[in-house]
């Protein structure tokens, strides 16, 4: 089972960037593809990005296409997450999330069903 750990959240002005990132514990995480979904209050979760085991595929929502990048690092067992461009809609607590299986290569359509294991969840509060 894989272990996660969010850091980098915050508050941040409308237009600004921040960068979360997710560290890994455990021997699978290179096998694991990874997302980062959100859940602003009173909404539901939802699948924000997600990066392949490999780092070749990615799936970005149309809501943060052109803005958020994800990327992992498999050496440092580490998935980033890289937002610009911050709109007040942006805010959310936003968690990592590893897949249950492994060496999924198609990351469109992973759902809450999909993960194994959560991270704590990370703050990000833009403001207008």
């Known amino acids: 089972q894989v272990q996660l750990v969010e850091s980098g959240g915050g508050l941040v002005q409308a237009g600004g960037s921040l960068r979360l990132s997710c560290a890994a514990s455990?021997?699978?995480?290179?096998?694991?593809?990874m997302g980062w979904f959100r859940q602003a209050p009173g909404k539901e979760r939802d699948l924000v990005v997600a990066i392949s085991w490999s780092g070749r595929n990615t799936y970005y929502a149309d809501s943060v296409k052109g803005r958020f990048t994800i990327s992992r690092d498999n050496a440092k067992n580490t998935v980033y997450l890289q937002m610009n461009s911050l709109k007040p809609e942006d805010t959310a607590v936003y968690y990592c999330?590893?897949?249950?299986?492994?060496?999924?290569?198609?990351?469109?359509?992973?759902?809450?069903?999909?993960?194994?294991?959560w991270g704590q969840g990370t703050q990000v509060t833009v403001s207008s």
């Open positions: 455990g021997r699978t995480f290179s096998s694991k593809a």
């Open positions: 999330a590893a897949d249950r299986v492994p060496y999924r290569t198609e990351v469109r359509g992973t759902t809450l069903a999909d993960v194994a294991s």
